[in-house]
């Protein structure tokens, strides 16, 4: 999301991954993102297009819970200095009296670092044969960002979770239920399922079936 003023809320790709989905739709460095389209198909206006308070954060909740059947259309505006207007807002939020070259570049790694999209995340399904006990603890966090979403705090040593190959930090986007299909929670549920959706969805499950969890990583 820009820091220059003159584009204010405005979201433009900053890095491309080679060979990755962006990549092989057309998505190129510098494109500003206007829309993506929504649950029905329809194009929701995002950023600096929006009348309202959309932002990073918001695009972000719009994708993930996009089904990973249905193809993602993002409405962009190629051509604009965007990219350089916040580079050089970057700069001098980033410029200290007595800087150095290096405390400089350093501020505005770290920035980068801080923004990225999800591009370092991982989905992952868990699958553990022996599930009761679950051996993990998992909180909702309550940070406005990722407000309902679930993610493990503790992992038991030796428990059925940790067998399965969960870890403290995923995030719980969905579980499978009865009949063996991913049911989404956390913040990619549409009906707002948080904690106590998964514990039902827990409770509820076969002792004699396996169990998956579909988590986000990194």
Known sequence: ET????????????????????????????????????????????????????????????????????PLTLRIIRGTEIMERHEAALEDFCLLPGGTDESLKSCIDNIHTATEFEDAEEKFDVVMDVHKPLGCTVDESIAAGDFGSLFVTRVKSGGNSEDGGLMVGDVIIGVSDAFDEIVKVGLDAKDGGGIDKLKNLLVCHPENMSLTLRVIRG
């Not at 029905?40 to 909740?61: M, P, S, T």
């Open 3 to 70: 820091l220059a003023d003159a584009d204010e809320g405005s979201l433009f790709v900053a890095q491309v991954k080679p060979g990755g989905n962006a990549d092989i739709g057309g998505l190129q460095v510098g494109d500003v993102i206007a829309g993506v389209s929504g649950a029905f198909n329809d194009i929701v206006k995002v950023g600096a297009n929006y009348a309202g308070e959309v932002g990073i954060d918001q695009l972000k909740q719009i994708i993930s819970t996009r089904s990973e059947s249905v």
